[in-house]
């Protein structure tokens, strides 16, 4: 599985970015597929996952309820959607896909065996 993250940007404090990850085939149910983000200085943090089977999403508590994870009907990409930006979402963010995640390790980064190049988003406030 080979992974591509794109969308990322400069934007404004309250603005918006929906971000990409296309996979270099269909993404398999099987899969997990998770947005990471890690700021300069910092240890890299979960946003945002489909389960595996698509069947359900869970999102960080820094990004509930002003993003969404979605997918297209090819299942060869993966969509982020953030909201209200805040500066503190300044971040290289990253999106990865894990065959063996479970529900208790979604949000763990050594869950997940693909990853691909980041993509920069940078919020002024």
Avoid: H, M
Wanted: charged fraction near 15%; glycine fraction near 10%; proline fraction near 4%.
């Amino acid at each position: 599985v080979q992974l591509q993250a794109s969308g990322g940007g400069l934007v404004q404090a309250g603005g918006s970015l929906r971000l990409s990850c296309a996979a270099s085939g269909r993404i398999s149910s099987n899969y997990a597929v998770g947005w990471f983000r890690q700021a300069p200085g910092k240890e890299r943090e979960f946003v945002a996952a489909f389960t595996r089977n698509f069947g359900s999403t869970r999102y960080a508590d820094s990004v509930k309820g002003r993003s969404t994870v979605s997918r297209d009907s090819a299942k060869t990409t993966v969509y982020l959607q953030i909201n209200s930006l805040k500066p503190e979402d300044t971040a290289v963010y990253y999106c990865a896909a894990a065959a063996r995640a479970i529900w208790s390790t979604i949000p763990t980064p050594t869950a997940y065996e693909y990853w691909g190049p980041g993509t920069q988003v940078t919020v002024s406030s």
